[in-house]
């Protein structure tokens, strides 16, 4: 299998940037790989603050209102879907950029 292609698997199929790093080009994985993990977190973590009130409800009382949670994420947390939007926009870029790389091994600085 190609490198161009293993390494678009990675991307695609792992984590952004792990393409990247099979390629040769450190700078650009590293830097993709650490940009997914913050929209990812970030994303969990609004999702989660806004789940909070809701979980503390369901284990006071032991049930679960699934209507409530259906409209909390669907209304509640705009800027954590507006990451996961980032993060999926990030990902279909690390593929491409996997998959399309010209075979430069020189990594994103140039050496002279």
Do not use: Y
């Amino acid at each position: 299998m190609k490198l161009n292609v293993k390494a678009a698997l990675l991307s695609g199929l792992i984590l952004p940037g792990l393409g990247q790093f099979a390629s040769g080009r450190r700078v650009r994985g590293g830097i993709l790989l650490v940009l997914a993990n913050i929209f990812l977190l970030a994303a969990l973590f609004l999702l989660l603050r806004e789940m909070g009130p809701i979980l503390v409800e369901a284990r006071l009382t032991g049930k679960v209102d699934v209507a409530a949670v259906t409209a909390k994420v669907t209304r509640g947390a705009p800027a954590a879907r507006a990451l996961l939007a980032c993060f999926a926009g990030l990902w279909c870029f690390a593929v491409v950029d996997a998959l399309f790389d010209r075979g430069s091994r020189r990594d994103d600085t140039s050496e002279e």
